[in-house]
Nanobody, 125 residues
Framework: QLALVESGGGLVQPGESLTLTCVAS????????IGWFRQAPGKEREGVSC????????DYADFVKGRFTISRDNAKNTMYLQMNSLEPEDTGIYYC??????????????????WGQGTQVAVSS
């Protein structure tokens, strides 16, 4: 079981940037594929991006491709989501969670474990 804590959210204007951080509280032995999800008000949770255990493979949802970059530093047990050119549609609570796979969009359905509190991102003018 891996405990993950999200941080870095905030209120920004359209076009601005944020970097979200996801820290694993356990050792690297518990490290795995990680996905970022978000849930906008009144909408279902959706997959945003994922990164493989090694960091070699990544995936992005179409609505963030070219704007967001996912990365990880396994030595620090930390994952990042660099979000550029933010839009109001990016507003929501962002979560990181373990995935069994990070191969394509289907991987977002392979999440397991409990969900944390997430970090709130609000993009508004």
């Amino acid at each position: 079981q891996l405990a993950l804590v999200e941080s870095g959210g905030g209120l920004v204007q359209p076009g601005e940037s944020l970097t979200l951080t996801c820290v694993a509280s356990r050792s690297r032995l518990d490290y795995s594929n990680i996905g970022w999800f978000r849930q906008a008000p009144g909408k279902e949770r959706e997959g945003v991006s994922c990164i493989s255990q090694s960091g070699h493979s990544t995936d992005y949802a179409d609505f963030v491709k070219g704007r967001f970059t996912i990365s990880r530093d396994n030595a620090k047990n930390t994952m990042y989501l660099q979000m550029n050119s933010l839009e109001p549609e990016d507003t929501g609570i962002y979560y990181c969670t373990q995935l069994r796979y990070c191969l394509n969009s289907m991987s977002y359905g392979t999440s397991f474990g409990s969900w944390g509190q997430g970090t709130q991102v609000a993009v508004s003018s």
